[in-house]
Every structure is written in C-alpha cells, then in structure tokens.
C-alpha cells in the first residue's frame, strides 16, 4: 500500500489567512502538536519575508524534531540562502523553491519569457541542492499553464536534484477531471524519479476534491492546513483529505502516517491561535459533523452505528461525552491526563495549572479535555506580561449603568480604577484602557463556550489594533467579563512585551 506524505502549511500559507499571524511561541506551540499528529512535513514559514518569520523558521528548525521542516524560497538566491541559514539546524531539512511558469504570470507579473524563467528554475534548484539534500520545486499557477511548457519545466528541475515537484492550483481554478489528467500526464513522463505533490487552493470550493484526483493519478504528497486555512478562500484541508483517504482505503489503497486521533485537538489548537474559528457543518472538525438531529437518523444509529456513521468521532480524538476530572482529582490524576493530552508542562507550569484547575472544578462539577486544554494552554502559549488581572467586580443590569471595578498588576506594582460602560463589557474594557493608559482599538469580539451547561468554561478572542500592528489576545473564565478581561490583557501583553 502506497504511504500519501502529508506537507502541512499551516504555518505558511495558513498564516496568509487574513488575520491569521501568530507569534514565535504560537508557531513553536503548534509545531510541536503538528509532531504529535504525524505530519511528514512541517512548512514553517518564509525566512526572507521579514525577521520575525526567519527567527520562527529558525527556532522551529532547532525545537521541532520529528517531522522534516521546510522553509520557502522565491527561486532567487538571496532567498534560497536566507531560507538554507534558518533552517540548518534541523536535522532533516528541505528547501522549498517556486518560481511561477503561466503565461498569465510571466507576462504580466514578472516580464520574463518561459525560457528564462526554466533556465531560472533549474539554476536555483542547483544552488538549493548544493546547500541540502532535499529540494521541492513549485512551478507557480501550474494549472494555468501550458501543459508541455509544464512537463518540461518538472523534467528539468527534477534534473537539477529536485526530489518533490510540486504542482499548484495556486488560484484554485481547476477541476478534478481536469487536474486528475494533469497529474497522470506528469506522472507518466517523470516516473518515480520524483515524488509530485499538490497545492490546492479552494476558490471554487475544490481544494480537496482536487487533491483527491491527484492522489488517484500518481501524486504522492498533499500540502494542506489544518481547518483548510491559507490564502484567500484556504487550502486543501488536512482532516478531510486525511479522512478521506483513511475512510475510502478501498479505492485509494493508500494510507498517511498521521495519528488521525490528534485531529481535534490540533484542529483546536489552530482555532485558538488564529482565532479563526470553524464553521459549525465543517466536515470532520465542526461542531455538527457528528451531530444527528433526524430521528430516523437517530433511530437508525441507536440501532447500529454503521447505518449513518462513517466515521466514528473517536477516530479523530474526539472524547467529548468522557467526563475526565472533578474536584477530588489529585496532582497525579492531573498531571497523567495532560501527558495523554500531549501536554508536558514544567513544575511550575503544572502547579499554576493545577491551581486553576482546583478553581475552576469549584465552580464546575464536571471538567472535560476541552476545559483543560483551555487552562492549559493559557499556561503553555503565556508570554512575559507587563499586566495581569488581580481582581474584577462588575455591575449591572435592568436600569443600572453598567460599572466596573477594576485590579490590575502593570509590572509588579498593583493600581485600582472604576469605569462605566454602555454595557458591561464596554465598562471593562474602559476600566483597562484607563488604567494602562493605552490607545488600541478593538477590531473584534467573539465569545463561545468551551463545553455545553450553564456552568461552562466561557472563552472570549478578541483583535486589537495599534500603530497598524493587529494582535489577538484570548482568555478562559466560567464568568465571561472576566474572560472578556482575560483576553483584552492578553492581547495588550502582546503589544507591549515586558521589558
Ligand atoms: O499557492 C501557491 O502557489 C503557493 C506556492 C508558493 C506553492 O503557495
Ligand atoms: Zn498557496
């Protein structure tokens, strides 16, 4: 059975997703789970695109093991060097290089001829291959290409040492039948002396439709994002292409290396960081995916599964049912979950999270995987803060002005204010404002509940801007105001780093 590679890029081309950005501990933090989920190759970032990207690439080359890390590169040799400097420290390394081959592209964006831009391709490819052994090509808006143009550009590349040609739908204009044909035209000129990858891109709602063709004519890597994030309408989605191989092994007669059970977690993971959230009929992640509401359905399913049920929500780690904890857990019952969870905190990590976790299970009877993923993980992805919340009182209701007492810590020092708001959360965050003394403007304000009941852990995302600079701030609270304090601090710590 065929082994399908699976090229994850959502820290590349996800990270393109409008609003997207993450910082270094954000990309480190989701590397690592990337690791955990299987993936065979990890794109990190594109070192030459600013500093901050080439310190990520960097510290995810030195962090992240397991899973080879690529770095992309404009076919140019500045970029081939800057992206060889971040990632040399890895121990399996690759180099990503493009250049874009359409008539559409040469003509008006870049004023080269084919010929030019071939000769290019290979000289880069070269120079790639003389700094690492291992050296993928993308021929850019490859379905917008003439398909002899195409081939000769692949061959040749594939001649100058690359080993993985990718083939993008960089606008996402093609069709399955039509990229199918594709695939199987360069897979019976190259052979198996590369190995063809795809790129979808989903602007027609195709991305892995088109993947999925590919796969069946001789492609043997998939690049795609977690939640199908990226560029403009997203890429290819990691879990359904995933899913779809694992569930139609009959036709594929293929299988992928990832632990199909890190799927919801890693697809959480990614929501909390982008602050992108799923849409609820999203296959395989979203919150109905596993939901009947017929009652023929549900009469069908409580007789046997298989009847409408495709794939069980196990299958991708989803334990939502399973109660994990409660207030008489101990340290050791809590530090096991979390380690079966994938999280390996430090003492001190564990004792703050513990802490927290004895607090919530005051106020919550029952604490689920979702609800310690969101302690933990403000635990894990905490960077230095200038200002932490000491204590919050709000006031309001029917003819009441909305007023917030507010305690923080600016530093070490701690300062009071009281505020009043339109409602309460505006009268929170008028009380922060004030007291930092800061001039952001907040962009966007999501609340959802992390788990079902009254009593549920509340998480507010919020965006703030300032000086152009857009950072998301989250916070995780059975009261919402103070998860609504939560994230606005949060997101004010990433704007003023501690000195
Ligand atoms: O969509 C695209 O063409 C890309 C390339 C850089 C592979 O992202
Ligand atoms: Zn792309």
């Given at each position: 059975?065929?082994?399908?590679?699976?090229?994850?890029?959502?820290?590349?081309?996800?990270?393109?997703?409008?609003?997207?950005?993450?910082?270094?501990?954000?990309?480190?933090?989701?590397?690592?789970?990337?690791?955990?989920?299987?993936?065979?190759?990890?794109?990190?970032?594109?070192?030459?695109?600013?500093?901050?990207?080439?310190?990520?690439?960097?510290?995810?080359?030195?962090?992240?093991?397991?899973?080879?890390?690529?770095?992309?590169?404009?076919?140019?040799?500045?970029?081939?060097?800057?992206?060889?400097?971040?990632?040399?420290?890895?121990?399996?390394?690759?180099?990503?290089?493009?250049?874009?081959?359409?008539?559409?592209?040469?003509k008006y964006q870049f004023r080269v001829s084919r010929e030019e831009a071939l000769k290019r391709s290979v000289e880069m490819v070269?120079?790639?291959?003389?700094?690492?052994?291992?050296?993928?090509?993308?021929?850019?808006?490859?379905?917008?290409?003439?398909?002899?143009?195409?081939?000769?550009?692949?061959?040749?590349?594939?001649?100058?040492?690359?080993?993985?040609?990718?083939?993008?739908?960089?606008?996402?204009?093609?069709?399955?039948?039509?990229?199918?044909?594709?695939?199987?035209?360069?897979?019976?000129?190259?052979?198996?002396?590369?190995?063809?990858?795809?790129?979808?891109?989903?602007?027609?709602?195709?991305?892995?439709?088109?993947?999925?063709?590919?796969?069946?004519?001789?492609?043997?890597?998939?690049?795609?994002?977690?939640?199908?994030?990226?560029?403009?309408?997203?890429?290819?989605?990691?879990?359904?292409?995933?899913?779809?191989?694992?569930?139609?092994?009959?036709?594929?007669?293929?299988?992928?290396?990832?632990?199909?059970?890190?799927?919801?977690?890693?697809?959480?993971?990614?929501?909390?960081?982008?602050?992108?959230?799923?849409?609820?009929?999203?296959?395989?992640?979203?919150?109905?995916?596993?939901?009947?509401?017929?009652?023929?359905?549900?009469?069908?399913?409580?007789?046997?599964?298989?009847?409408?049920?495709?794939?069980?929500?196990?299958?991708?780690?989803?334990?939502?049912?399973?109660?994990?904890?409660?207030?008489?857990?101990?340290?050791?019952?809590?530090?096991?979950?979390?380690?079966?969870?994938?999280?390996?905190?430090?003492?001190?990590?564990?004792?703050?999270?513990?802490?927290?976790?004895?607090?919530?299970?005051?106020?919550?009877?029952?604490?689920?995987?979702?609800?310690?993923?969101?302690?933990?993980?403000?635990?894990?992805?905490?960077?230095?803060?200038?200002?932490?919340?000491?204590?919050?009182?709000?006031?309001?209701?029917?003819?009441?002005?909305?007023?917030?007492?507010?305690?923080?810590?600016?530093?070490?020092?701690?300062?009071?204010?009281?505020?009043?708001?339109?409602?309460?959360?505006?009268?929170?965050?008028?009380?922060?404002?004030?007291?930092?003394?800061?001039?952001?403007?907040?962009?966007?304000?999501?609340?959802?509940?992390?788990?079902?009941?009254?009593?549920?852990?509340?998480?507010?995302?919020?965006?703030?801007?300032?000086?152009?600079?857009?950072?998301?701030?989250?916070?995780?609270?059975?009261?919402?105001?103070?998860?609504?304090?939560?994230?606005?601090?949060?997101?004010?710590?990433?704007?003023?780093?501690?000195?």
């Open positions: 059975m065929r082994t399908i590679k699976i090229f994850d890029t959502t820290l590349r081309d996800g990270e393109q997703s409008p609003g997207a950005s993450m910082n270094v501990t954000e990309k480190l933090q989701l590397g690592k789970q990337l690791v955990r989920l299987g993936v065979d190759v990890i794109e990190a970032g594109f070192p030459i695109a600013s500093p901050g990207d080439f310190d990520a690439v960097q510290q995810i080359a030195t962090e992240v093991t397991g899973a080879t890390i690529a770095g992309l590169a404009r076919a140019k040799e500045l970029d081939i060097k800057s992206a060889y400097d971040a990632l040399k420290h890895a121990p399996q390394k690759r180099i990503h290089t493009f250049h874009s081959t359409s008539d559409i592209h040469l070269k120079y790639a291959r003389s700094l690492v052994d291992d050296v993928e090509f993308s021929p850019m808006d490859a379905t917008r290409t003439d398909i002899g143009y195409l081939i000769e550009v692949v061959a040749a590349v594939i001649e100058a040492g690359a080993s993985t040609v990718n083939i993008p739908d960089t606008v996402g204009y093609t069709i399955p039948v039509e990229f199918g044909e594709m695939i199987r035209k360069i897979k019976e000129r190259i052979g198996d002396s590369a190995v063809i990858s795809v790129h979808c891109h989903n602007d027609l709602g195709l991305a892995v439709a088109n993947s999925v063709a590919a796969v069946l004519n001789g492609a043997g890597q998939v690049e795609c994002t977690i939640n199908g994030i990226g560029e403009r309408a997203g890429n290819c989605s990691m879990e359904e292409i995933v899913m779809c191989i694992k569930t139609r092994k009959d036709i594929f007669n293929a299988q992928t290396n990832i632990n199909t059970q890190e799927i919801i977690r890693t697809s959480r993971l990614v929501t909390r960081i982008t602050g992108i959230q799923v849409q609820l009929n999203k296959a395989i992640v979203g919150a109905n995916a596993f939901a009947h509401e017929s009652g023929i359905h549900q009469d069908g399913l409580l007789k046997e599964k298989m009847t409408y049920e495709i794939i069980t929500p196990s299958d991708i780690g989803l334990t939502r049912t399973e109660l994990v904890m409660g207030k008489h857990s101990g340290r050791h019952a809590f530090k096991t979950r979390l380690k079966e969870l994938g999280y390996e905190l430090s003492d001190s990590e564990t004792e703050t999270a513990f802490d927290k976790f004895k607090r919530l299970a005051d106020q919550k009877k029952e604490i689920f995987d979702e609800d310690l993923e969101a302690l933990v993980s403000e635990e894990v992805s905490k960077i230095p803060e200038t200002y932490s919340l000491v204590e919050l009182k709000v006031e309001s209701g029917t003819n009441l002005k909305p007023t917030a007492k507010l305690r923080i810590k600016i530093n070490s020092r701690e300062v009071e204010t009281t505020a009043n708001g339109d409602g309460p959360v505006d009268a929170v965050y008028k009380a922060i404002v004030d007291i930092t003394k800061t001039s952001s403007s907040l962009l966007k304000f999501e609340v959802k509940s992390i788990t079902g009941g009254t009593d549920a852990l509340g998480e507010v995302m919020v965006t703030l801007e300032q000086d152009g600079k857009k950072v998301r701030g989250s916070g995780a609270d059975t009261d919402i105001l103070v998860a609504a304090a939560k994230a606005y601090i949060n997101a004010l710590n990433k704007l003023t780093p501690k000195k």
